[in-house]
T-cell receptor
Framework: KAGVTQTPRYLIKTRGQQVTLSCSPI?????VSWYQQTPGQGLQFLFE???????NKGNFPGRFSGRQFSNSRSEMNVSTLELGDSALYLC?????????????FGQGTRLTVV | GQQVMQIPQYQHVQEGEDFTTYCNSS?????IQWYKQRPGGHPVFLIQ?????EVKKQKRLTFQFGEAKKNSSLHITATQTTDVGTYFC??????????FGTGTRLTIIP
């Protein structure tokens, strides 16, 4: 069974630009969560989607947004990029509810803002 | 707020020595999960603990969930070089999201 696929793997953007990251969960998984990982802050929860509905949101500014499509694929968007947005962005899919069963992580998208 | 504290942040051990990392929450958890992230990799699920006082073993790894369901530990016996990585606990407060601890980076000295 294919794992969680994130694209692109690496991205370099300029301050002020916007970026869209993509996540394809494991087939049959309906829950997708997004995390930001930085050396200083660890894994920070961004948001979680289940059946196209955002059920949870972390403490990130409104510049961070996401959505989920009917096939469970998810995208996250960051507008007006700042240097501090440089991080590894990970998505994770779960069979049903996030936290109730194991989360399968993708390889992540390494975003560098210059 | 709902936070999960994890200590230590770093641990360097001689190969063959034991290693333990601890997680604590100020509020009761529904369950706790443990993940391992190898250098340059992504977190990989190790185990989930649900019951108060639960102890689970996976070969040299022993996981415990406290009686009050507020703390947990991961103990590795006789570490090997393959154990290198960062170990994260992730708490579920019953709100359908995982709150990760800050992780413990394990380095093995051959």
């Amino acid at each position: 069974k294919a794992g969680v696929t994130q694209t692109p793997r690496y991205l370099i953007k300029t301050r002020g630009q916007q970026v869209t990251l993509s996540c394809s969960p494991i087939s049959g998984h309906r829950s997708v969560s997004w995390y930001q990982q930085t050396p200083g802050q660890g894994l920070q929860f961004l948001f979680e989607y289940f059946s196209e509905t955002q059920r949870n949101k972390g403490n990130f500014p409104g510049r961070f947004s996401g959505r989920q499509f009917s096939n469970s694929r998810s995208e996250m968007n960051v507008s007006t990029l700042e240097l501090g947005d440089s991080a590894l962005y990970l998505c994770a899919s779960s069979l049903v509810v996030t936290g109730g069963t194991e989360a399968f992580f993708g390889q992540g998208t390494r975003l560098t803002v210059v | 707020g709902q936070q999960v504290m994890q200590i230590p942040q770093y641990q360097h051990v001689q190969e063959g020595e034991d290693f333990t990392t601890y997680c604590n929450s100020s509020t009761t958890l529904s369950n706790i999960q443990w993940y391992k992230q190898r250098p340059g990799g992504h977190p990989v699920f190790l185990i989930q603990l649900v019951k108060s006082g639960e102890v689970k073993k996976q070969k040299r790894l022993t996981f415990q969930f406290g009686e009050a369901k507020k703390n947990s530990s991961l103990h590795i016996t006789a570490t090997q070089t393959t154990d290198v990585g960062t170990y994260f606990c992730a708490g579920n407060f019953g709100n359908e999201k995982l709150t990760f601890g800050t992780g413990t980076r394990l380095t093995i000295i051959p």
